[in-house]
């Protein structure tokens, strides 16, 4: 408001015919600065944007601790992978500008928003091995929010540390970052999702109309989680601008493999799947289905961001293969014994820029026969 009058006092000697030019021009000023203002995912520009993923790249074993705050970029206007301008640890990055409405938005407008935070491995807390493997955080107002996915242990901070914070346990390997903006009313299917998952919720704020609207969010927030059959979901979930996501979420008693027991079949595609390879009880690659689901072991992005094995890479994320291109997931969940007794789930968008920015990093993979088959660029480049 302060804002408002200093501009229009110098307006008061306005001759009449530039008068009302001018107001409507303040008025898409003001209007443009108000939608600008709402709760969104941030680009590395600070400018909200629909989407975006972002790829925490590993630190070499004698690299530097900000090599391992460097990270690659997408979202619907960069058409594939983009070196980040910033680093993970700072408020300049995507996901430092978009967490930070948790500590600012939020903090300022407790009444107005809602929050949730959740990880298997919370920030300043033991880990939970009985609840779904599974972390994000997810941010609203009356009118829109974002859900950011993760695989990042002990992050974020709470509300009340009120800061943003980038653990350095994070920084030897790679990580995966998912941010969709929602309108409102589809925060109704989100919390749905999460009695699938079962968080571990470690800070959370789900009170007054928020509580009445989204009592599935407030639910699992508390700890809830479905009580019946069927053990998993699926859903669309349409981001602000009209972009369709489809959500997997699978509950502990679903008793399978995300990918080889479901996702595969869903997407009528085989896949290649990477995830976190340094657990214990991990999946063959499996050939057993109609569609075969492929673990890979090496990830090649183009220079000057590097190569590196699953070992080295906490992300979990999956691409259909080329012989059925399109669908690139993001989400929580490893291919290993224990996981198939966990909640968890991933989120999928069927789009050609997408599709080709993850399979273009699949540099060879472990065939169902147990051999290491390497991905000739000659095999996709043929999709346009």
């Not at 307006?11 to 107001?23: E, R, V």
């Not at 990270?71 to 960069?78: K, S």
Request: charged letters at 20%; one cysteine or more.
């Amino acid at each position: 408001m302060r804002d408002g009058l200093r501009l229009l006092v110098p307006l008061l000697g306005t001759p009449k015919g530039l008068m009302l030019p001018i107001l409507l021009l303040l008025v898409v000023t003001f209007a443009y600065r108000i939608v600008d203002g709402k709760i969104s995912c941030y680009d590395d520009f600070g400018q909200p944007v629909d989407w975006f993923i972002v790829y925490k790249l590993p630190r070499r074993h004698h690299g530097t601790p900000a090599e391992g705050m460097k990270y690659m970029y997408q979202d619907g206007q960069t058409q594939g992978w983009v070196l980040g301008r910033s680093l993970m640890n700072t408020t300049e990055g995507a996901v430092g500008r978009t967490l930070q409405q948790l500590y600012s938005e939020a903090a300022q407008r407790q009444e107005e928003t809602a929050y949730l935070l959740y990880n298997d491995e919370p920030p300043n807390k033991p880990s939970y091995s009985l609840k779904g493997h599974t972390k994000g955080v997810i941010l609203l107002d009356k009118i829109q929010g974002f859900w950011l996915l993760h695989s990042t242990p002990h992050f974020p901070p709470c509300l009340d540390e009120k800061e943003y914070v980038w653990p350095l346990s994070a920084l030897p390997f790679g990580q995966t970052f998912l941010c969709i903006t929602y309108p409102y009313g589809q925060f109704k299917e989100i919390g749905n999702q999460l009695l699938f998952t079962e968080p571990e919720v470690y800070d959370y704020r789900v009170e007054g109309t928020f509580a009445q609207d989204l009592p599935a969010l407030l639910n699992a927030s508390e700890g809830h989680h479905i009580q019946k059959e069927p053990w998993n979901s699926s859903v669309t979930l349409t981001s602000l601008q009209g972009k369709n996501f489809v959500s997997f979420a699978k509950f502990r008693l679903f008793g399978n493999d995300l990918y080889s027991g479901w996702l595969a079949e869903a997407l009528a595609s085989d896949l290649y799947v990477e995830f976190w390879h340094r657990s214990r009880g991990i999946l063959p690659s499996n050939c057993s289905g109609h569609y075969k689901v492929y673990n890979v072991q090496e990830v090649a992005f183009q220079s000057p961001a590097p190569r590196f094995f699953s070992i080295s890479d906490h992300s979990k994320w999956c691409v259909t293969t080329e012989s059925h291109p399109g669908w690139a997931c993001v989400g929580d969940m490893n291919r290993n014994i224990a996981e198939e007794h966990r909640g968890g789930g991933t989120v999928c968008v069927h789009d050609s820029a997408t599709w080709k920015a993850f399979h273009s990093l699949v540099h060879n993979y472990t065939d169902c026969d147990g051999s290491v088959q390497c991905l000739s660029p000659k095999k996709w480049a043929v999709i346009t």
